[in-house]
């Protein structure tokens, strides 16, 4: 190029810094498209709140982001969620900033340029700022014995000494495995008091949680335990599990390697089956790997759909992010190659699975 024809683009790099205000023009990338869903619908009607989903939505459409209409998903969800492709982790890093709530939840059976919020009992007193806090306490029953809720608030309430006003008792939107006290920070005292009432389960602090919420697991009915063939904790050995993606099958092993159970799951829709080599290309990771979490994913959709079953169990699978084992609303796809890459099982054979299941255990993927 000559010296006389390098002028012209010369001068056109100028204009760009120009026009930048000293920077260079770099179109900024698109931040994703945002669902938000109200998990905790009938609590707001306890609370006297109307417009829980909508309130959030001013707010992130404030920075800028593109909502979709809210709908109502849920009765009594605690804890809010934030689902994302890992693709999406800034903006999802970026919402839960705005928010000021939420637990981030990678999921990479989710399309990029999306992320779902699932708002629970914690994101209501954010979102109405001038509402009055007036700690209470609820207790749901998430087991089919009846009248269990209300025979739990007397018992709570004369080992409180009646400290605290209740609201009406409720079911819970599904089974819970394990009793769970959860509370805010502040009132911890008070909710050593609640769990020490209701003697068994674990408790849980959430930060912006109003009241103390206590949700009644299987401990209280074994009818319903058997009746979905799970078995007591004590009656549960130590186990991993494996997946052998070429014969489309997740084991149960105990520790001297009998097989417990056994169930047809579906694996990473790449045709060649092979170990996942970068993110995005439809392969499940081969390895050994750990379980890191368990989520309620009843709520959780994909394209509209409730496609995650009841539970999402998260696997640790460095260096890959959002891989987990769940349940499905296409069970004819059992048995094949369908997923972005988790596991998937029929949503009956993970609430087997889910008696087994414990943070830490060991699962082995292999082809």
């Known amino acids: 190029m000559?010296?006389?024809?390098?002028?012209?683009?010369?001068?056109?790099?100028?204009?760009?810094?120009?026009?930048?205000?000293?920077?260079?023009?770099?179109?900024a990338k698109t931040k994703p498209l945002v669902n938000v869903y109200n998990g905790?619908?009938?609590?707001?009607?306890?609370?006297?709140?109307?417009?829980?989903?909508?309130?959030?939505?001013?707010?992130?459409?404030?920075?800028?982001?593109?909502?979709?209409?809210?709908?109502?998903?849920l009765n009594y969800k605690v804890v809010t969620e934030i689902v994302y492709n890992p693709a999406d982790e800034r903006a999802a890093e970026d919402i839960q900033e705005t928010l000021e709530v939420g637990k981030l939840i990678p999921q990479q059976d989710l399309p990029a340029g999306g992320v779902q919020i699932i708002l629970g009992m914690d994101s209501v007193?954010?979102?109405?700022?001038?509402?009055?806090?007036?700690?209470?306490?609820?207790?749901?029953n998430s087991t089919s014995k009846k009248g269990l809720a209300k025979e739990m608030t007397i018992k709570v309430n004369h080992g409180l000494t009646k400290k605290y006003g209740f609201y009406t008792t409720d079911d819970a939107d599904r089974y819970y495995y394990e009793t769970v006290t959860y509370y805010p920070p502040s009132l911890e005292e008070s909710a050593k008091e609640v769990f020490a009432a209701v003697g068994t389960g674990r408790m849980e602090p959430v930060d912006q949680l109003k009241d103390i919420v206590v949700v009644l697991g299987l401990e209280f009915d074994p009818n319903t335990k058997k009746r979905l063939g799970l078995a007591e904790k004590s009656e549960i050995p130590e186990a991993k599990i494996v997946v052998d993606k070429t014969d489309f099958t997740l084991f149960v092993y105990d520790l001297s390697g009998n097989v417990l159970e056994s169930f047809p799951a579906s694996i990473g829709k790449n045709p060649d089956l092979a170990d996942k080599?970068?993110?995005?290309?439809?392969?499940?990771?081969?390895?050994?790997?750990t379980v890191s979490g368990i989520q309620d994913s009843a709520g959780w959709t994909f394209e509209g759909r409730p496609a995650y079953g009841p539970w999402f169990i998260s696997l640790s699978t460095p260096p890959f992010s959002g891989i987990g084992i769940h349940g499905t609303d296409e069970p004819e796809k059992i048995g094949t190659a369908a997923s972005e890459g988790c596991i998937r099982l029929r949503n009956e054979d993970l609430e087997k699975l889910m008696s087994y299941v414990r943070v830490g255990m060991i699962v082995d993927i292999r082809h």
């Open 2 to 27: 000559s010296r006389k024809s390098a002028r012209p683009f010369v001068g056109l790099i100028a204009l760009l810094f120009l026009v930048g205000c000293g920077s260079p023009i770099i179109p």
């Open 40 to 73: 905790c619908n009938a609590y707001c009607t306890k609370v006297g709140v109307g417009g829980l989903a909508r309130e959030i939505n001013k707010k992130l459409i404030e920075n800028e982001y593109i909502v979709v209409e809210p709908k109502n998903l």
């Open 125 to 140: 007193v954010g979102a109405f700022p001038t509402m009055k806090v007036e700690h209470k306490i609820l207790i749901l």
């Open 277 to 289: 080599k970068q993110a995005g290309d439809d392969r499940t990771p081969e390895g050994s790997f």
